[in-house]
């Protein structure tokens, strides 16, 4: 069975949101803070044989890019871009699949199909569904020391409550915190050990 795997820059309030659109004018809020430590941990990271399951956003912006800058991530070219989207189904940027109806059923039937996991970068919108829907696996996060206050984020109203546990982590010198999470069945719920005088 495939995993989905969401991969995300994110502040500390949550904000995963880095394109201009709706008037956020924070685009590039992450740049300041990557360093040759948080660098080797994305070089790696894109460096794995995925496939890519994307908002259609998120694919409008990497169809035009990607393709002219694919010696710094020459996987996005061959893996399969999985894009959820009810108004496209055709791109000249091949391999790609558009995923419209019901999108959580698609995606459980995709996660039963031979093939690599599944990454989710971005694609804030989708990432809701995921979530709502129990599809998330595991997400690589790497947390910014910075708060925007507004911007979409890792999480919206609606989330399941879920258990994860951290199976890697690292800061990085400028303080980027680089942490994968896996998860790890329900929440865990006690009391307070404090004993009594």
């Known amino acids: 069975m495939r995993k989905i795997i969401a991969a995300e820059f994110m502040t500390i309030d949550g904000v995963i949101q880095s394109s201009p659109e709706d008037g956020f004018k924070y685009e590039g809020w992450f740049f300041g803070y990557t360093d040759e430590e948080s660098g080797e941990v994305i070089q790696r990271r894109l460096g794995r044989e995925v496939d890519l399951l994307l908002g259609r956003k998120t694919f409008d912006i990497w169809e035009p ?3 002219t800058h694919s010696n ?4 996005v ?5 999985y894009v959820a989207s009810n108004t496209r189904d055709s791109s000249d940027w091949q391999p790609t699949v558009f995923l419209g109806g019901d999108l959580a059923e698609k995606v459980r039937g995709l996660k039963q199909t031979d ?4 990454y ?3 694609s804030a919108d989708l990432l809701q569904t995921l979530f709502k829907n129990d599809l998330v ?4 996060l790497m947390i910014i020391p910075i708060t925007l206050g507004t911007g979409k984020r890792l ?3 609606g989330t399941i409550p879920a258990s994860f546990k951290v199976t890697s982590s690292q800061v990085a010198p400028k303080g ?4 994968t999470y896996q998860r790890d069945g329900d929440v865990k719920t006690g009391a307070p050990q404090i004993s009594e005088d």
């Open 65 to 67: 890019y990607w393709p």
């Open 72 to 75: 710094f991530w020459p996987n």
């Open 77 to 81: 070219m061959t893996a399969t871009k």
């Open 115 to 118: 093939g690599p996991d599944l």
């Open 120 to 122: 989710v970068f971005g």
């Open 137 to 140: 696996d595991a997400m690589e």
């Open 155 to 157: 999480f919206e109203s």
């Open 176 to 179: 980027i915190i680089c942490v």
